[in-house]
Nanobody
């Protein structure tokens, strides 16, 4: 089993930056494809960014491409999401996800076996 716990959310102003982290425990995060989803109030959960199992591939949604960067610190079993130039429309609960089967990321929620509880990001204009 793998447990995921996000941290780093908060309330910022438009144009600011935040870095989310996701600590994996239970098994080494190096064997999983990992990523981030988010859910804004009244909206469906959506894919944000993903990092392939071996760290060779990254994927981003069009909404965050060029502003967000996903990375992983394998020795610390931690996934990061660096979010720059934040916009009010980035306001959401952000979830860390992991898959034991995927080689690379997909935008489908059902493909991910493990989910963290989420961390709130609020961006004011």
């Amino acid at each position: 089993q793998l447990q995921l716990l996000e941290a780093g959310g908060g309330m910022v102003q438009a144009g600011d930056s935040l870095r989310l982290s996701c600590l994996a425990s239970g098994r080494t995060a190096r064997t999983y494809t990992m990523g981030w989803f988010r859910q804004a109030p009244g909206k469906e959960r959506e894919f944000v960014a993903g990092l392939g199992r071996f760290g060779l591939t990254t994927d981003y949604s069009d909404a965050v491409q060029g502003r967000f960067t996903i990375s992983r610190d394998n020795p610390k079993s931690t996934l990061f999401l660096q979010m720059n130039n934040l916009k009010p429309e980035d306001t959401a609960v952000y979830f860390c996800v992991a898959s034991a089967l995927l080689e690379s990321t997909t935008p489908r929620q059902s493909d991910y076996d493990y989910w963290g509880p989420g961390t709130q990001v609020t961006v004011s204009s």
